[in-house]
């Protein structure tokens, strides 16, 4: 007989009502729309649902995960019964990994370096669960939950009332007397069992199955629930975790059994990947971001949408991997109407795997761009914008561009080629010996651009693109790397579309370096630029002063984040006057030092001299 007929094992994965979580996709695994009679969205095709055959899902607000589990002892056969949650696993690893201070294995992400790490591969899952008649959780010790016991744990639950486990407890002994001194021995002890995750073989689950279930309807007679929060009607799902630990202590003390724990590990992100269709007569624009960057985020989309052709559809995809949810739906409530359409992409099980460097003013999220050809696979081609930015045209116009045979169309970057021609040295030797560019006048200011997608997933791939981030630390980041694999295939745009602002009034000077083609081309821009980019480490959000400062502030003043905008600039101004009192007064200091220590009318003096009053 194979190994399959000889032990079937199932692994329930409970996924709570309405949630986008991923599946991962294994032989042992079974996803279930958890009180699937609540569900409001479509359930996916990779879930089995909890309302059919003897059921209770319509008790999913009260029980909690338990309609998986009564819906898996009613309706599916089994050797084994596991269970766990959409965010919570087992470690099957045979070594004990680091846990948190929660008492639990806790990680960003789940993608196949997890799986690895917690050993999760089917024949290793199956020899250990063979070994054993009952795996759970490991428990945790109550002080790590600054709670005497198991008792006084649930006490102090935040929303419950221990005068239901009192009344549980009675049951228990009411019902099923031989549970009696586990029950009372679990309670009044120092280690939790929790949320509700074990496997058993059969016979073991089917006799918990039934203690628990009768427990739980005896309690829903008894007990007066009626104005109890939103947590205190979960009380069910609540007791029936904590008889798990009960269950578990009353086997021990039956002897005979083997019995083991597994670490849990909990996964903090777990929203499903997403794969953006957008519709052909769609304009898709994709811009990256994160939390900081919101207000900035909410100018640049103002202006966006502010110049939009309300005979067109736009799409805009925003890439992130912690933007606040409210922050997003004050977006969808601000920005989307009949022709302006919205998505924010959770990318961070994408780049999970991946050690960003953010250098200076360029964050991670700035490599969110490579994405792209992944996340938008059905496009032709698309428009990615950075953040920064300000939109003074239609940007369809942008998107109409004729591509051809190019991989990207952009402008080219007129300070990186003043810098080349003279203004930075140490520029020119950089793109002859790292970049190794044949033409530095071609090379591309990555902030705006429109992107030949369905090229560049054939030809170049997402996973090209981040392995020369990882393999090499690039001055100027992702767009570096652009530069390098689209050299020959990048249409020119018009420097309008890609305007820089004279970050900190000095990167004017420089372009002034670059040949005068050039020059005159970006100085034709200023007059009339369809896009404002302020790239830099200076932003008007930090000084009004800034180039083109009024033009953003004059967009910011009709976003939800005028205020915090004000706030943020008051405070920098703040830290500003803080750091050159504190200069000051550190120059002032060696000031003094200087007179007391060196000879007066020496050579050295004069210099040191000479440098005070130039730092002042």
């Known amino acids: 007989m194979s190994e399959n007929q000889m032990s079937d094992i199932k692994i329930f994965v409970t996924h709570t009502p309405n949630s986008r979580n991923r599946c991962i996709r294994h032989p042992l695994f079974y996803h279930v729309a958890a009180g699937s009679d609540l569900w409001k969205q479509a359930i996916p095709k990779q879930m089995l649902t909890d309302n059919t055959g003897e059921h209770i899902s319509e008790k999913n607000r009260t029980y909690c995960e338990l309609t998986t589990q009564y819906w898996a002892w009613k309706n599916v056969e089994a050797d084994y019964y596991g269970f766990c949650h959409y965010r919570r696993y087992f470690s099957f690893s045979p070594h004990v990994l680091k846990e948190a201070d929660c008492g639990c294995l806790v990680y960003p992400f789940m993608n196949r370096e997890l799986l690895k790490t917690l050993c999760m591969g089917e024949r290793n899952i199956r020899s250990k669960v063979k070994s054993y008649d009952f795996l759970i959780a490991k428990g945790i010790p109550v002080q790590a939950l600054h709670a005497a016991s198991v008792y006084d744990h649930y006490k102090k639950a935040q929303g ?54 009768r427990i739980l309807e005896e309690f829903e007679r008894t007990a007066d629930t009626r104005l109890y929060s939103v947590e205190g009607r979960r009380t069910p799902g609540h007791l029936g975790e904590r008889f798990a ?72 995809y925003i890439l992130h991997t912690d933007i606040r949810e409210t922050d997003r739906q004050r977006f969808l409530e601000t920005f989307c109407t009949g022709h302006v359409r919205m998505d924010f992409v959770d990318v961070g099980m994408r780049v999970a795997g991946y050690r960003l460097r953010a250098k200076g003013h360029i964050s991670a999220d700035t490599y969110y761009r490579f994405l792209i050809p992944d996340i938008l696979k059905d496009c032709r081609k698309a428009i990615y914008l ?85 393999r090499q630390d690039y001055r100027y980041s992702d767009q570096d790397i652009l530069n390098i694999v689209c050299e020959g295939r990048i249409q020119k745009l018009d420097l309008k579309w890609n305007v820089l602002a004279d970050s900190g009034h000095c990167r004017r000077q420089t372009i002034r370096s670059a040949p005068a083609a050039i020059l005159e081309q970006y100085e034709q821009a200023r007059q009339t630029p369809y896009i404002i980019h302020y790239a830099g480490g200076r932003k008007p959000w930090m000084d009004p002063k800034e180039d083109f400062a009024w033009e953003f502030w004059r967009t910011a003043r009709r976003t939800p984040y005028y205020e915090t905008l004000l706030a943020g600039i008051a405070a920098h101004e703040e830290k500003r006057a803080f750091l050159e009192k504190t200069a000051a007064l550190s120059v002032d200091l060696l000031r003094r030092a200087a007179k007391k220590i060196l000879p007066q009318g020496s050579r050295i003096r004069r210099a040191v001299g000479g440098w005070y009053w130039r730092l002042k």
């Not at 997403?274 to 304009?283: L, N």
């Not at 040295?425 to 902030?447: F, H, R």
């Open 160 to 213: 419950l009332h221990v005068r239901d486990l009192e009344l549980f407890y009675k049951i228990v002994c009411k019902k099923f007397p031989q549970l009696a001194c586990a029950a009372r021995s679990y309670l009044q002890g120092k280690v939790f069992y929790p949320c509700n995750m074990f496997l058993m073989k059969k016979e073991l689950f089917y006799e918990y199955s039934d203690m628990l279930f």
């Open 245 to 316: 630990g009960i269950y578990y202590e009353y086997v021990k003390q039956l002897g005979g059994y083997r019995l083991g724990e597994l670490q849990m590990a909990m996964v903090e992100q777990t929203e499903m990947q997403r794969v953006c269709a957008p519709d052909a007569q769609e304009i898709p624009v994709v811009l990256s971001a994160d939390q900081n960057y919101v207000p900035a985020l909410s100018v640049c989309l103002r202006s966006l949408t502010d110049h939009m052709d309300a005979s067109r559809i736009y799409h805009i």
């Open 386 to 470: 950075d953040a920064d930015l300000i939109v003074c045209t239609d940007i369809a116009q942008l998107y109409d561009t004729q591509l051809g045979n190019a991989l990207l169309a952009g402008a080219v970057d007129p300070d990186f080629i003043g810098q080349y021609y003279g203004a930075n040295p140490d520029t020119k030797q950089y793109c002859e010996i790292v970049l190794k560019l044949k033409d530095p006048c071609s090379y591309m200011q990555a902030g705006v651009l429109v992107m030949n997608v369905e090229a560049f997933r054939q030809e170049i791939g997402t996973q090209r693109l981040f392995g020369m981030a990882q």
